[in-house]
T-cell receptor, first 114, second 116 residues
């Protein structure tokens, strides 16, 4: 049972465009929603994270939008750059509920063309 | 380098052999996690330590898998009687509890296991 569903599987965007990746979750106990960025041959690195008490969080060109009632959250990358080309994973966990494990989506391979 | 260090980076082994991987977390981090990532998939949780105590284990962690974190510092993950289905990237991550909220885990670059 996949607890975090991510789409699209791949995404091609022109430089300067907006990249949007969506995730949906099932477990209402989740209370921490991070996005990770992974380059080939490297481990994932935290990009931005949100808790369910806010509907949006912005850090530079990266924004998370969170819809608690729909159990959905998304990553928006504004002014996408070729250096943003990587695989992006959404994830969820319930640390307040005592579980430290992250449940990851299957990933979105983003390609930003120059 | 103060990041999470994993050794070896690559391991090729024959089916049925035992393998052991090592993870050195960031020194001030008391929490350590092991994940497995197969091609085209997100990382899957295997196990979690707080200091030397193993607090959570996934059902993915069959009896052929064992993890230890003696003295709450480095950790080892051993796979006995390897199978071809064990071929994957094994990722280690660490955090310092509250910092996980703000900074997330810090992942290492992983150990890529190939079972032939």
């Amino acid at each position: 049972q996949q607890q975090v569903k991510q789409s699209p599987q791949s995404l091609i965007v022109q430089k300067g465009g907006i990249s949007i990746i969506n995730c949906a979750y099932e477990n209402t106990a989740f209370d921490y929603f991070p996005w990770y960025q992974q380059f080939p041959g490297k481990g994932p690195a935290l990009l931005i994270a949100i808790r369910p008490d806010v509907s949006e969080k912005k850090e530079g060109r990266f924004t998370i939008s969170f819809n608690k009632s729909a159990k959905q959250f998304s990553l928006h990358i504004m002014d996408s750059q070729p250096g943003d080309s990587a695989t992006y994973f959404c994830a969820a966990s319930s640390p307040q509920g005592g579980s430290e494990k992250l449940v990851f989506g299957k990933g979105t391979k983003l390609t930003v063309n120059p | 380098d103060t990041g999470v260090s994993q050794n070896p980076r690559h391991k090729i082994t024959k089916r049925g052999q035992n393998v052991t991987f090592r993870c050195d977390p960031i020194s001030e981090h008391n929490r350590l996690y092991w994940y497995r990532q197969t091609l085209g998939q997100g990382p899957e949780f295997l196990t979690y330590f707080q200091n030397e105590a193993q607090l959570e284990k996934s059902r993915l962690l069959s009896d052929r898998f064992s993890a230890e974190r003696p003295k709450g510092s480095f950790s080892t993950l051993e796979i006995q009687r390897t199978e071809q289905g064990d071929s994957a990237m094994y990722l280690c991550a660490s955090s310092s509890g509250q910092s996980a909220w703000n900074y997330g885990y810090t992942f290492g670059s992983g150990t890529r296991l190939t079972v032939v």
